[in-house]
């Protein structure tokens, strides 16, 4: 079933995330940018954390998070540990909610509509596995751009 394949690709992707904030140097570069890099790589890590907490944990498996994404892209200097503690919080519940997830319920449409056109949860959560990897590209080249 392709929620096996999701679990896979988003485990292995937010454990690859890990490796890279926990690949910095210096702790506090996390939080630069640079002319034409406008976001730090703690704020996606952030971002990426409330992303999927909200559309699967939230919105599929009513964890009841609560989601803020302004603050994703707005705080500043959060602990690695603790980016690290809330990858790994995402992993359990990204797991845990397509673990439970139904042929009917990837087949219907996902509960709200995020863009233009209602879609299906099983098109929604690829284009979050998609999100998922862009960013992470991201992070792994500001990583070998800034912290030198």
Known sequence: MITNTLATLFTR????????IEAYSNESILWDTELGISNSAGNLCLHLI??????IGS????????RERALEFTL??????????KIDATINIVNKVLSELSNEQLESEYPILVFKEKTTTE?????????LSYHLGQINYHRRLLDK
């Open 50 to 55: 409330g992303n999927l907490n909200g559309f």
């Open 59 to 66: 919105e599929l498996g009513n964890s009841g998070y609560k």
């Open 76 to 85: 500043k200097n959060i602990p690695r540990a603790e980016l690290i503690e």
């Open 123 to 131: 098109f929604f959560l690829l284009h979050l596995a998609g999100h």
């Open 13 to 20: 992707d937010l454990t690859k995330l890990k490796t890279e």
